[in-house]
């Protein structure tokens, strides 16, 4: 999979989120990270949740056959879904 910004996403368990920029990591410049936002309200994190998670492990396969992420759509340029 080829990571998309300004774009949705499902994940597996069932909740979209939106990816808005690719970062350098800190600690390991050789994994970058993808910085996506929730696009429901969480118990724990609040509205709209910002996450980051390294891009490698954002496109890996969950249990070896299912995406972690599954692409939905990509958003119009200048799209300001949140």
């Not at 069932?14 to 990591?25: A, R, V």
């Not at 969480?42 to 998670?53: H, N, S, V, Y």
């Not at 939905?72 to 200048?78: A, G, I, K, R």
Request: with cysteine; proline share 4%.
């Amino acid at each position: 999979m080829k990571l998309k910004l300004n774009s949705i996403y499902k994940h597996y368990k069932g909740k979209y989120y939106k990816t808005l920029f690719i970062c350098n990591n800190a600690d390991n410049s050789d994994s970058p990270l993808v910085i996506y936002q929730s696009l429901y309200e969480d118990e724990t994190f609040g509205d709209q949740a910002i996450w980051a998670r390294e891009v490698s492990e954002f496109e890996e396969l969950y249990n070896g056959c299912d995406p972690r992420f599954e692409f939905v759509c990509e958003l119009p340029q200048n799209s300001h879904l949140i």
